[in-house]
């Protein structure tokens, strides 16, 4: 005859738990407590067998092994038992965002030039005399050609690293490799647009400092940046002028010079509807519209975002823009800044946008490569302005 406990509290051990603790729940057809009667004919005595019984025969061995397997801080032979599992979050410590890669308007562009006219001057009308002579007033129109350049980032990924997380994406819980490298490749893409919007020059030197990773970036290779279409009189030939821009020469900035940029914008013919500036910048305005103004307007661009507004232009801070005080010899490139800009005439004119495309293979590994067509154009130099320099 056997007889079966299946009761924690028929255990008869110091703490009846102590066994569902390290078990867990009893699984089916576990051998708790079991009493094999005696068949020998002489009646001899019936023995005890299951897990109840092999703790109580070795009890100072079971706490040794309770307490060290479940308390265990230290190096032992617990912790590489214990499977690790990975959280499949990756988690981008160089976050940047790009919210003028959106912002600006892109624009199909037929052929590797971007072509536009300007009308740069309309002749005075005149005033005659009664039945005098007709004579025509001659306007000035310009072309202006800006060559589409090439944007590309470039990725690879072992196939042996593809096999190797093969299992863990088959059971839902792991990053896809080649995934998780094209985004970041993309990324890697949108933070060079975003930083040659701003800081690009192709005319002025030999290179350009992009300020994610402080990589030299080729000026024969770049296109031209707000500042250098904005603000750059001769090289470019775009339109530019030192009348764009104002350097502070390491003096504070004030509310003042905030609108005069804006006035000067105005009064030029542009109708500015952004800021950009650096994150110093961004809370310096606030405390100074605090001082003067003793409130702080804000008000909703794309995406619902919500951010600061002076004198109803909005104002966005760029992670891709120095917040190094001026010291009297600074530019955007290298200390505080604000952009006043006039989106209505800036383009970012695409010939083609970001494509995805795999390289051939040549060794065991997944080559691809992301490349966007594009230049970015402002139409309209003098409608925007650049303040730099300040401390």
């Known amino acids: 005859m056997t007889d079966y406990y299946g009761s924690a509290e028929a255990f008869n051990t ?27 004919p002489n009646g001899g005595p019936s023995t005890e067998t299951g897990l109840v019984k092999g703790i109580q025969a070795n009890k100072g061995m079971f706490y040794k092994e309770l ?16 499977p690790v599992y990975i959280d499949p979050e ?4 160089t976050r940047r965002a790009t919210p003028l890669v959106e912002l600006i308007p892109r624009v199909t562009n037929y052929g590797l030039t971007a072509n536009y006219n300007q009308l740069t ?13 007709l004579n025509e007033q001659n306007d000035a129109y310009t072309r202006r050609t800006v060559p589409i350049k090439t944007l590309v980032s470039v990725g690879r990924v072992t196939e042996q690293m593809i096999e190797a997380s093969r299992p863990y994406l088959s059971s839902g819980g792991y990053v896809d490799a080649l995934s998780l490298d094209v985004r970041a490749k993309t990324l890697s893409l949108r933070r ?21 990773n402080s990589t030299a970036i080729s000026c024969t290779y770049s296109y031209e940046g707000l500042y250098q279409l904005i603000t750059n009189a001769n090289s470019n030939g775009l339109g530019g002028s030192t009348s764009y821009r104002t350097d502070k020469a390491a003096a504070a900035l004030g509310i003042s010079d905030i ?30 519209i605090q001082d003067q103004l003793r409130y702080i307007s804000t008000q909703n661009i794309a995406w619902g975002i919500t951010t600061l507004s002076f004198e109803g232009i909005p104002i966005i801070a760029s ?35 970001v494509t995805y495309e795999e390289l051939a293979q040549t060794n065991l ?13 402002v139409k309209a130099p003098q409608f925007n302005h650049v303040l730099y320099g300040y401390s």
């Open 14 to 40: 110091p703490d009846p738990w102590t066994i569902k603790a390290v078990m867990g729940d009893y699984q089916e057809g576990l051998v708790i407590k079991r009493w094999d009667w005696s068949t020998s």
């Open 67 to 82: 307490y060290t397997t479940l308390n265990t801080y230290s190096a032992g032979t617990l912790p590489v038992l214990i």
């Open 90 to 93: 990756i988690v981008d410590l």
């Open 121 to 133: 001057t309309i002749t005075t009308a005149q005033a005659i005399a009664e039945d005098g002579a």
């Open 192 to 212: 060079l647009q975003e930083a040659m919007i701003l800081l690009g020059d192709c005319a002025t030197g030999t290179t350009w400092t992009e300020p994610v």
């Open 259 to 288: 609108r005069t940029a804006i006035r000067t914008c105005r009064t030029s013919g542009g109708e500015p509807n952004l800021m950009v500036c650096d994150y110093a910048t961004y809370d310096e305005i606030k405390t100074l």
């Open 319 to 353: 992670r891709f823009l120095s917040t190094t005080a001026g010291t009297g010899a600074m530019t955007p490139y290298t200390g505080r800044s604000i952009f006043v800009l006039d989106t209505n005439v800036i383009e970012m004119r695409v010939l083609r946008d």
């Open 365 to 377: 590994s997944k080559k691809f490569v992301l490349s966007v067509f594009e230049t970015l154009i």
